[in-house]
Structure formats: C-alpha cells, structure tokens
C-alpha cells in the first residue's frame, strides 16, 4: 500500500495525485471489508432533515442503505453510513484543519429505539459513522500533530466527541486514536484516559495495526447494520411534499 501510495507520486497536479491517493485507500477497503460494504469515491452524507455533511473523500455504506450517485459523487444518508474517510497526501497543519472540520459537518446519527435487534447491542451508535483521516505522508513530528489536534478541539468545544475522528493514520509515522468505551489506554501516570483523549503510537508494526483495526472495525460495523431496521419514511415524506 505504501509502494501505490508513493507510486502516485508521478502525478504533477494536486488535484490528481489526491485522487489516485483515494483511489489506493479505497482499493485498499474494497480488497478486505465485507461485501455487506459499499465503498465510494468523492460524497457527502445527508440527514432527513436536509442537513449535508461537506464533501468526504471515501464513503463506506451498508447494503441496506440506499444511495444516489449524481454527476460522479453519491449522496448516502448519514444512517446507514459505516465509515467515511479523508485522504490526504502530506498532512500539513492546514490539511488537518480542513479535515477536522469536514468531519464536525457530518450530521447526527437519531437515537436507534427499537429500530435494533435486542439481542445484538450496538454501542455508541451516536458515534456512528467511523470516522478516518488517512495520509500518505507528515507535514510535521508525529508529538507536533498529536498536539495540534488535542489544541484543535480545545479551541473548538463546540464539536462533539462524535464527529471527531476515530482514527489518523499516517503511513510510516503514527497512529493517533481517540479512546472510547472500547478503546481504552494509559497515560503516562498509568491511569486510564478518559474517553475521548487522543493517545498515540509509533513504531515498525504501527501501519498494520492501523489497517488491521479499520477492517476489524468495518467487519463489527456491517455486522451491526445488517440487524438495525434502517427507514426513510421523513425522506420520502420530503420528497412527496415537494411533488
């Protein structure tokens, strides 16, 4: 993966190396999730209620989910949605901004009431979708991102925890993950961080580990969705308002 990523390099313009860099993710994600999973190029993820996220570069939606593809990009309603991406060449401190921020327009997943199989819990489905923010290269020090993004939300409280990402995964540099009820880790004084800190890991083994916890996080997601009773009854009550 990292020899294709490197290899798209020999694309001048920006605009088409970021795009064969998203091609190398989501070839990536199409070669090991589910076939329960949709993986997508270039969309945006909507609410029922009208609100669209801002452009994501890689959408992965369940089979039961519907999806509207319009002029090369698709439009996927935020439920149903079980992963978007965004891909960056260099993760510069300006890439990170913009990513941070397309992630926090991502509208909310609605409480699952019993729109969910009891016998299967789905924790933090308001945490849904997973959120990744992958690059092929370091703009700076893995210590120098990993502060950046802790001084990004300190100034932006106004995010929830839930439309942060999951994951930032930079090949050959890092991996700096946010803990949550099932991601736990330790902070330096060895007590637990609470949920919602980031905490970060480097080293030889990083980058598999990284893609080995997205597929694993798919494989459980795609799992869950299959047993949630997905409706769009508010979307078409839109569309037939407007008829």
């Not at 070669?31 to 609410?47: D, E, I, S």
């Not at 090369?72 to 921020?101: I, N, Q, R, W, Y």
């Not at 009431?113 to 959120?131: C, S, T, V």
């Not at 902070?187 to 970060?200: S, V």
Request: net charge negative.
């Amino acid at each position: 993966m990292k020899g294709q990523a490197e290899a798209a390099a020999v694309f001048r313009n920006p605009t088409d190396k970021g795009g064969a860099r998203e091609e190398v993710f989501a070839s990536f994600l199409k070669a090991h999730v589910p076939t329960k999973c949709n993986v997508v190029q270039g969309g945006y993820l909507f609410h029922e209620d009208g609100r669209e996220s801002r452009q994501q570069d890689v959408l992965v939606v369940s089979d039961v989910a519907p999806r509207y593809n319009m002029f090369s990009k698709t439009f996927a309603p935020v439920e149903g949605t079980l992963c978007v991406a965004s891909v960056k060449s260099t993760l510069t401190t300006a890439e990170l901004d913009d990513a941070l921020s397309g992630f926090a327009s991502i509208p909310p997943t609605e409480d699952l009431g019993r729109r969910a199989n009891p016998l299967l819990p789905i924790p933090a489905y308001e945490d849904w979708p997973l959120k990744i923010l992958f690059a092929c290269g370091a703009g700076t020090k893995p210590e120098a991102l990993h502060s950046r993004i802790v001084r990004f939300y300190m100034n932006h409280p106004e995010i929830p925890i839930t439309r942060r990402p999951h994951i930032v995964h930079v090949l050959g540099s890092c991996l700096i993950a946010r803990t949550t009820s099932e991601i736990h880790a330790k902070q330096n004084d060895g007590d637990w961080m609470p949920q919602g800190d980031y905490f970060r890991v480097e080293g030889e083994k990083m980058d598999a580990g990284a893609l080995i916890w997205i597929v694993h996080e798919l494989q459980k997601r795609a799992a869950e969705a299959s047993q949630i009773h997905f409706r769009y009854d508010g979307l078409l009550d839109r569309v037939m308002r407007d008829v």
